[in-house]
């Protein structure tokens, strides 16, 4: 099981942070990665056939990470509006720019 969460620090960066949860263990580990890009995909379950599927696909400084948001519409765009904000925000006011684009 893993918990995730994004924050915007103190630098105006947007960090991930991804925690893996050991229920025998009193500690959990716990990774940070700056966010640098966000895109979404569809993708369709065929297990068992009903709409389609969101996966939120982050860019980060330790790679790509998918958070599958399964066949729930309401918490898949809670968290793309929340990320796209956050972006918005941290390049908008720091000279901190992504990568992808220039200014």
């Known amino acids: ?14 960090i991930l942070r991804t925690r893996k949860i050991n ?7 716990k990774k940070e990665s700056v966010v640098l890009d966000q895109h ?9 056939g009903r709409d389609p599927c969101f996966l939120i ?6 790679g790509i990470i998918k958070l599958d948001m399964i066949d729930d519409d309401e918490c898949y765009k ?3 509006w929340t990320v796209n904000h956050m972006l918005s925000l941290s390049t908008s006011f720091t ?9």
């Open 1 to 14: 099981m893993r918990s995730v969460s994004v924050i915007l620090n103190h630098e105006l960066k947007v």
């Open 23 to 29: 229920l025998l263990n009193a500690f959990s580990s």
């Open 40 to 48: 979404v995909e569809l993708y369709k379950n065929m297990e068992d």
């Open 57 to 62: 696909v982050l860019t980060t400084s330790r």
């Open 78 to 80: 809670i968290w793309a």
């Open 95 to 103: 000279k901190y720019s992504l990568p992808f684009r220039k200014n």
